[in-house]
């Protein structure tokens, strides 16, 4: 695995708001501050640290800043979101110079900012989220909005299509997730969608972890959150759907830990499993396209937790750094920190699950690239509709009994942002990812409940390709994913003492080979002094991350890793 923060100018050095590959090529589009979206051709790093970036064409009608791109399935529309509540639906047309985009449709019923959208399966419906607290649901063939959702109290900033066609969800700064089910009515004697609300995630009807002491906790972030995206995601195969945004306490008197949730398509009233991150909160999540086969190394907890007879592996991205996990760790494949000075915006993967990419504030973009069967195996999917009466995740009970230490997953978060903290960072070797289990498994209980279990969701479409092989830990100096285990006190020592004589040396940003990690860093508190912050008609402006703290290299603590928290009934 290779990666780091291309440097070029992406956007007039403006904030880089969103970002999506095209479905079929590895183009990447972005778009941000400076009201235009930009093409970009991928190629393969070679012999270089960094993927080849190539400026491609850009599209130029908006008249305020993008805040959300997303290709159709086909890759033929591009639809594109703005402030001031502007949706663009973009053709490609074939010429004799080449392809170009030109305007098929203007979609307006939104009041105010457009934060995020989605397409549907099937590409015929769009789903958009607003700072007019709306979500709309739009016919694309038409051009019409058919149905408001108004729900929410405060900004839309996070919508997502269940792929199976039968939900859609929204988050919002009002603290609620909620997730809306079709029940499609005649009309005309022409069936109509008609989505309704059927679940409202706000609070913990009762603790969901054993040594919880309060109820009724709120589960997400309030508007405070320094972040204009809560950009949530189902799973390729609709088992799931991973929430960001998440904020827990376990009583009153202890620290809020910033999460991710998994909820069960079984089991939609409530979490399943909690990913607890470290000093910031989650703002995206984003799925990879291709599922792989099993390797057949995951842990009796994880097993019980995803019952499924493939791998699916997501990013979840903080403000300052992107987790990756799958469905067959206990722990994170790899976390990646120190990319940017600013917060990160929006995640993406190309269709060939060849290239990772995430945007920021600070005006760049980063790139990671994985090398053949680095992320596993394809796994073939036949087509067509999943079985709604498969297992899945959490039923509601009466007893709550956590998996793994909550007290303990805390500290050792708090530990491993000091150790990040201490230095700059540093590149490491990639380690085995049998082993990283292994030292896991001794933090998860093994008392699960058979029932809390994600299990699959039968004939899907597939889209398969590469893999990747090896598990391992994060370390610092030019940004560093380190091997998977404990590192001697001598050793870290002399990584210290190499780390601080490199600094001056190098870059910052220049990322050697990454090797996957189990550890946060984060990022370097800088502020850069060409970014501009973003700044709308309804209050927005851009946060930097808080300033930079140090910690002295003596008391820097031993490496230590996140574990999810799965929450049985």
């Known amino acids: 695995m290779k990666g780091g923060t291309v440097q070029i100018i992406w956007h007039e050095r403006k904030p880089v708001l969103t970002l999506d590959f095209h479905p079929l090529t590895a183009t990447l589009a972005t778009a941000g501050a400076d009201f235009d979206i930009k093409f970009w051709s991928i190629k393969p790093s070679g012999t270089e640290k960094l993927p080849v970036v190539s400026y491609l064409s850009n599209l130029s009608y908006h008249s305020s800043a993008v ?38 449709k203007m979609l307006r019923s939104h009041l105010k900012d457009i934060l995020d959208l989605q397409w549907s399966s099937d590409a015929t419906y769009i789903i958009s989220g607003s700072v007019d607290n709306c979500c709309i649901i739009w016919d694309v063939n038409k051009g019409t909005s058919l149905q408001t959702l108004d729900a929410h109290a405060h900004y839309v900033q996070g919508v997502a299509w269940d792929p199976l066609g039968k939900f859609a969800s929204s988050l919002s700064s009002d603290r609620t997730c909620r997730i809306y089910m079709n029940k499609p009515h005649k009309s005309k004697g022409t069936e109509k969608i008609n989505y309704v609300c059927q679940q409202v995630i706000s609070k913990a009807d009762q603790p969901l972890l054993k040594n919880s002491q309060e109820t009724k906790i709120h589960l997400f972030h309030d508007e405070t959150l320094p972040s204009f995206f809560r950009r949530l995601a189902w799973s390729p195969d609709g088992s799931f759907l991973v929430v960001p945004a998440g904020s827990y306490k376990t009583n009153t008197a202890s620290e809020t830990v910033n999460a991710a949730y998994i909820i069960s398509r079984k089991d939609l009233s409530r979490p399943a499993i909690l990913l607890p991150c470290t000093n910031k909160a989650v703002v995206a999540v984003r799925f990879c396209p291709i599922i792989f086969k099993r390797r057949g190394t995951n842990s009796l907890d994880s097993a019980r937790v995803f019952n499924l007879p493939y791998r699916i592996i997501f990013a979840v991205a903080t403000l300052n750094s992107l987790y990756i996990y799958d469905t067959e760790s206990i722990s994170p494949l790899a976390v990646l920190a120190g990319l940017h000075y600013a917060a990160i915006t929006d995640i993406t993967w190309s269709s060939d699950a060849r290239y990772l990419a995430l945007s920021s504030q600070d005006g760049f973009c980063s790139l990671v690239e994985f090398e053949n069967d680095e992320l596993g195996s394809p796994y073939s999917l036949s087509e067509g509709k999943v079985k709604e009466d498969c297992k899945s995740t959490v039923q509601t009970g ?41 030292e896991n498994q001794s933090t998860v209980t093994q008392d699960k409940p058979d029932n809390m279990v994600i299990e699959a969701t039968e004939n899907v479409e597939g889209v398969i390709v590469d893999s990747r092989k090896n598990e391992a830990e994060e370390k610092t100096d030019d940004m560093v994913i380190e091997a998977t285990g404990r590192i001697g006190s001598a050793e870290l020592d002399r990584r210290k003492a190499e780390a601080e004589d490199k600094a001056a040396a190098k870059h910052p940003w220049n990322l050697g080979t990454v090797s996957f990690g189990a550890q946060d860093k984060t990022e370097k508190q800088l502020a850069n002094p060409d970014s501009d912050g973003k700044q709308t008609e309804s209050g927005k402006t851009e946060q930097q991350l808080s300033s930079s703290k140090s910690t002295p290299l003596s008391n820097k603590p031993a490496r230590k890793r996140i574990t999810p928290i799965a929450i049985d009934p």
């Open 67 to 104: 805040n959300v791109i997303r290709f159709s399935s086909s890759g033929e529309l591009l639809a594109s979101g703005a402030d001031g509540g502007d949706l663009i639906i973009w053709k490609l047309n074939s010429a004799d110079t080449g392809h170009t985009w030109k305007v098929l």
């Open 398 to 438: 009466n007893a709550i009994v956590p998996t793994g230490n909550f007290s303990a997953v805390l500290s050792e978060s708090k530990d491993m942002e000091l150790e990040a903290e201490a230095v700059d960072m540093v590149t490491g070797e990639s380690g085995n990812i049998a082993t990283a289990i292994t």
